[in-house]
């Protein structure tokens, strides 16, 4: 059963910084492109970063350009997403999230991030 | 690029048949036939009910069907049914590598 498990998140002050991973299960990884998607409480879905499936392009939403870094590593089957100076309007569920052309289907569980002092 | 505009709420009796629209520009959802369409139940993660405009997953069931005409998306569930009650998010594929996609506002739908 392909599977998507995201994880890392937890209460961070604001200007801290976070590693969030997606560690993948059941289908060819280093075959797919990858999202992050996040989704502030009680607000709705937003794109935040992709990258391609050898790594070589990347993109950002302009709300976390500059601030978060996305990177795979193919050989153990994860995505990650640095985060750095991070803000208050940063507090979402992170979800990754392959191919969203076709819908990326199925969508993992999601990790918290809160910033807060 | 904006979101994509939804409406706040649909309702409907069981058995009814509702349609929630989802209005882009010739960049997005006018442009490309990656449109794809969420259920989000509260405190669960989304999950996909179309993709590429008229597309269901395996186990959706047909009572869910997609459509588009020119820069407007449309999610129609026919015989509603009380587990239909939930969130839904259009999203779409862009021209553009910032936002490379862009979701919907959501749709909350009531089941009467």
């Known amino acids: 059963e392909v599977q998507l498990v995201e994880s890392g998140g937890g209460l961070v002050q604001p200007g801290g910084s976070l590693r969030l991973s997606c560690a993948a299960s059941?289908?060819?990884?280093?075959?797919?492109?990858m999202n992050w998607v996040r989704q502030a409480p009680g607000k709705g879905l937003e794109w935040a970063s992709y990258?391609?499936?050898?790594?070589?392009?990347?993109y950002y939403a302009d709300s976390v350009e500059g601030r978060f870094t996305i990177s795979r590593d193919n050989a153990k089957n994860s995505l990650y997403l640095q985060m750095k100076s991070l803000r208050a309007e940063d507090t979402a569920v992170y979800y990754c999230?392959?191919?969203?052309?076709?819908?990326?289907?199925?969508w993992g569980q999601g990790t918290m991030v809160t910033v807060s002092s | 690029q904006s979101a994509l505009t939804q409406p706040a709420s649909v309702s409907g009796s069981p058995g009814q048949s509702i349609t929630i629209s989802c209005t882009g520009t010739?960049?997005?959802?006018?442009?490309?036939?990656?449109v794809s369409w969420y259920q989000q139940h509260p405190g669960k993660a989304p999950k996909l009910m179309i993709y590429?405009?008229?597309n269901r997953p395996s186990g959706v069931p047909d009572r869910f069907s997609g459509s588009k005409s020119g820069n407007t998306a449309s999610l129609t569930i026919s015989g509603l049914q009380a587990e239909d009650e939930a969130d839904y998010y259009c999203?779409?594929?862009?021209?553009?590598?910032?936002?490379?996609?862009?979701f919907g506002t959501g749709t909350k739908v009531t089941v009467l």
């Open positions: 999230a392959r191919d969203l052309k076709v819908g990326g289907t199925p």
């Open positions: 059941a289908f060819t990884f280093s075959s797919y492109e």
């Open positions: 990258i391609s499936s050898s790594g070589s392009t990347k």
């Open positions: 010739s960049s997005d959802v006018g442009g490309y036939n990656y």
């Open positions: 590429e405009v008229t």
């Open positions: 999203s779409s594929y862009t021209s553009s590598s910032t936002p490379l996609y862009v």
